[in-house]
């Protein structure tokens, strides 16, 4: 079976190895002229961005590059990369990276053109209208993990410093219009990161198939993603050059993404605090607290867990089977069992709390979260308790 295909769901997706060489035909599409290629500090240490601004160039559309993005964006970043588009005349944005950096692509492509503060856009309620569709520059996405999805996204998440809480933007106009995921990006991650990335895909497609309500075609991505995970992540970690586990991991993530259009849940509600107090890698975390979150929502997810259990192929067809599946699969790529190996404690456990519950994510989890649940989960994943 070969690995390359056209979609056109969530937005059009180019898929396949070596398909970054497209990126000019992608620009073309957007109507980019003058692209500004938004990544992170990383990525600019690396022979990739060299490869793709050459091909820029060669294509007569050279792009000036701006990488002031820290692993968990803040507003600042935003700002410094708005100031940048508008100082080089720019019509457009490339977000090359990971989900940080395409994140903060697609919040500065949309902040361009706005008059009102980044937080007014807040995904609450019908926000999102507030803001002005003629000024949101287009987006061309070109992923270097297979974790977030945020390549097919129609949001960013934009850490707030003065409350240490992680907020999402959202329009429906920062979707990109191009996403090109060429699995041949993703070969230089190293083994901690493919685990982390691979964990936040699996994260998305499990707390999407978890979440209450109706949306068939949402679980039916999500449990074809999670049978991609199980077979591919490990793959993946144990040997990095091996590109169709690479390739089955970037479709994970672009399916996790697709999939929580349904809803995500205390996976994430309890990482979102987590990460902005301590700074800690987003899908690992995710990775730490999934057991602890399977075990409190357990009574609501047991007959979901039977079908997925039989749909992975699990000796155990059922709630157990499933734990056990992801114990196994966290020990051998590599996910510590408890937070303290991120050095978290529980000197601000009552914060953490009072955030998770008024996280966004937190009104999909199958099981109302309140404080005392948060709590519950906390502590679980600080002992180990599954």
């Known amino acids: ?43 600019t240490k690396l022979p990739m961005l060299d490869a ?8 007569g559309k050279p792009a000036a590059v701006f990488s002031d993005v820290k692993p968990n964006p803040i507003e600042s970043n935003v700002a410094a990369g708005v100031a940048a588009y508008k100082a080089g005349g720019h019509d457009g944005v490339v977000a090359l990276g990971g989900g940080s950096a395409l994140d903060a692509g697609k919040v500065v492509a949309f902040m361009t053109g706005q008059k009102r503060p980044m937080w007014d856009f807040e995904d609450i309620g019908d926000w999102w209208t507030r803001a002005d569709p003629a000024g949101i520059a287009p987006v061309i996405a070109v992923p270097t993990t297979a974790g977030t999805g945020s390549e097919v996204g129609r949001a960013g998440v934009i850490t707030n410093e ?57 679980e039916g991505i999500a449990v074809e993603g999670m049978r991609l995970v199980k077979d591919f992540l490990p793959r993946a970690v144990r040997d990095g050059s091996d590109i169709e586990a690479r390739a089955h991991m970037m479709s994970a993530a672009a399916m996790g993404a697709t999939a929580f259009q349904k809803g995500l849940g205390a996976i994430h509600a309890m990482s979102h605090p987590v990460g902005a107090l301590y700074d800690t890698h987003h899908g690992m975390t995710n990775a730490v607290f999934m057991p602890y979150v399977m075990a409190f929502n357990r009574k609501a997810i047991s007959d979901k867990m039977e079908r997925l259990a039989a749909w992975l192929g699990l000796k155990k067809r059922n709630y157990k089977g499933v734990l056990h599946w992801v114990l ?40 109302k979260l309140t404080k005392g649940g948060a709590k519950k989960i906390f502590r679980h994943a600080l002992e180990g308790k599954v």
């Open 328 to 367: 196994e699969l966290r020990e051998e790529i590599g996910v510590p069992h408890t937070l303290e190996a991120f050095k978290v404690d529980d000197g601000r456990l009552d914060q953490i709390a009072r955030m998770a519950v008024v996280d966004p994510t937190a009104g999909g989890n199958p099981v």
């Open 52 to 59: 793709v601004l050459t091909i820029l160039k060669e294509a």
């Open 1 to 43: 079976m070969t690995l390359r295909a056209n979609w056109n769901y969530p937005t059009a997706v180019r898929f396949g190895a070596g398909r970054v060489a497209e990126l000019p035909d992608a620009l073309a599409i957007a109507g980019i002229e003058r692209p500004l290629l938004v990544t992170d500090p990383g990525i």
């Open 162 to 218: 003065k409350t240490h809480t992680k907020k999402v933007i959202f329009h429906p106009k920062m979707m990109p219009v191009v996403t090109i995921c060429d699995p041949e990006l993703t070969l230089g991650l190293p083994p901690f990161l493919t685990a982390g990335t691979g964990m936040d895909a699996l994260a998305h497609c499990f707390e999407a198939y978890c979440a209450p309500g109706y949306h068939p075609m949402a």
